[in-house]
């Protein structure tokens, strides 16, 4: 699913949230689960333990896409039904970009 905010997934896991968490904050087990490319920089923005977690996800080298700002990585787990868990991932840029073609003023330019 996508909107003007990011990419959002949802689904139900077979997982109590504690092991969800584990598999989102412990390096090893995060790397194997989300599999950052070697050029990404994943730091912590805001945690809330078994409930909620934030990464901003910065790119560099030749996969990165010119002038684009960090993106921010939220993770949001809610207990589910017969012990599973309810996760929610976003992924959005922390600051949404400017429409090339948009219909503001100054964003239009005359041709002489």
């Not at 949230?17 to 598999?23: I, N």
């Not at 934030?54 to 002038?67: D, H, K, N, P």
Request: charged content about 20%; aromatic content about 8%; some cysteine.
């Amino acid at each position: 699913m996508t909107d003007t905010d990011g990419v959002v997934f949802e689904c139900l896991l077979d997982a109590p949230p504690e092991k969800v968490w584990r598999a989102l904050t412990i390096p090893a087990y995060l790397r194997r689960w989300l599999r950052p490319r070697e050029d990404v920089e994943l730091a912590v923005v805001s945690a809330e333990e078994n409930r909620s977690l934030t990464y901003r996800w910065r790119e560099s080298g030749q996969g990165a896409v010119l002038g684009v700002e960090d993106s921010l990585v939220t993770f949001e787990l809610s207990p589910g039904e017969a012990g599973g868990t309810w996760f929610k991932l976003t992924h959005a840029p922390m600051a949404v970009p400017v429409a090339a073609n948009g219909n503001a003023a100054n964003a239009m330019l005359l041709a002489a």
